[in-house]
């Protein structure tokens, strides 16, 4: 039987597709009287940490909310300090990302961002393209009803050009017009933090997602609090709207 967590882990249901709301880094910085930019710092630490977890678990689609087009409003400073942490980010960690078989894919209004972020996040995107154990999505400028316009303007664009015609559009490929469109449904959120929200975050591929919510804050989000979100998920009666 191997060991028992051994055991434990080949009981679960592992979901395809997972995606995170990285919620509550301000908050744990502040409670060490540090300024919110630190929180970033141990939120970004702890999504290495989160990646290497969940590919051994061996979900396959690991979807992150990092910035939101919303988070273009807070201090300049606070910007620039996520915006830097990024590019430091693949810089430092770009042998370990490659180690661990990290496809990466970025998705958002990623015309917003500094070019020196845009070139990096660019560069790490192309540079990972052959690898295949997790594929690592990372939301930056991102809301889900701007993609949700964008999607329509993009299908108002081929229906002018004839490339479609209106009675081709289906919930398939409806989502071909977004940002990354060979991502599938999602399965499971989990959003630390304490809120119980989904802050304008995959509304449409969140559709018959599980929910998970846990009252701890982001960098303090542990192996164990994946399992407990896995153990939960596993006992879940997904019916997709079936009556059975
Ligand atoms: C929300 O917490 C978090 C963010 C706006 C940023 C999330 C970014 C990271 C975890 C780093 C990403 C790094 C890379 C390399 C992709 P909050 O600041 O709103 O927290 P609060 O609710 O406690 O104020």
Redesign the pocket.
Known sequence: MGNPKEYKIQNLKIPDHVAI????????A?KRLMP?KF???A??E??RQVVRWCADYKIKYLT?????TE?WQ?SKDEVNA?MN??IE??GKYEDELRAEGVRLNFIGELSDLPQKTLEVVQKAERDSQERNRIILT?A?SYGSRQEIIRACKLYGDALQSGTMTPDQLTIDNFSDFFYAADLPDLDLLIRP?G?QRISNFLLWQLSYAEMYFIDK??PDFSEDDLYQALEEYSGRDRRFGDAR
């Open positions: 709301i990285m919620d509550g880094n301000g908050r744990w502040k919110r929180g970033h710092r939120g970004a702890k999504l992150v909310y990092a910035f939101s988070n807070r996520l942490l990024i980010f693949f990372i930056l933090g809120e804050l982001w």
